[in-house]
């Protein structure tokens, strides 16, 4: 049986947004609540949210959309800390898991599933979303790279893992995935952009 989670990366520093920008509120919720409800639509009852930075309220911020919070206390050293206590958080039953970020708040439950399904299972496949010419998150990892992804350290992220040529790759389109919060700029120019969801 398929048991695929959803992993919310939200324990980064905020450093260049001047303060938590996962506890921000748009459109009357926090930038983090908006993206754990996608990923609860997506995956039920089996969303995981690492938090670093205010954590207990971050983990508040949530409300019933996360099943799961994880304090990662090396969260300053790096994304790579991150993903690793989450995917170490997990069971052994868990045959996927999709990485997304807090703050990539345009990408929706449609998208998710469909690396769900472009994943269709594979343990040595692993799915990316293709923005532009990057490749990144959301990506699904099959039980195969879950392993790697619990030894991840500091800032180096899991993207040497989707390029890695013993695994099978897929890709699902998604140009809305290029665009995250980094300075409270960045959030004022999503909002008046009539793109907000």
Known sequence: ???V???????????????????VPCDGKPLVRIVAAAAQAA??????????????????????HADLTVFNPHYKRGIGTSIARGVAALGPNVTGVII??????????????????AWAGDANTNVATRC???LGP???????????????????????????????????????????IDTPEDLEALVKSGTWP
């Open 100 to 117: 997304t970020l807090a703050d990539q708040v345009l990408v929706d439950a449609g998208h998710l599933r469909a690396l769900i399904r």
């Open 43 to 64: 995956t039920p009852e089996r969303v995981l949210v690492v938090t670093g930075r205010d954590a207990a309220d971050v983990a508040a911020a949530c409300g019933d």
């Open 5 to 23: 989670w959803t992993i919310v990366l939200a324990a980064g520093a905020s450093t260049r947004f001047g303060r938590s920008k996962m506890l």
């Open 138 to 180: 959301p990506a699904l990892f099959g039980r195969n790279a879950l392993p790697r992804l619990a030894e991840l350290d500091a800032d180096t992220g899991a993207r040497a893992i989707l390029r890695d040529a013993a695994y099978s790759r897929r890709e699902v389109r998604f140009d809305a995935a290029g665009l995250d």
């Open 1 to 3: 049986m398929e048991t």
């Open 132 to 134: 532009n010419d990057n």
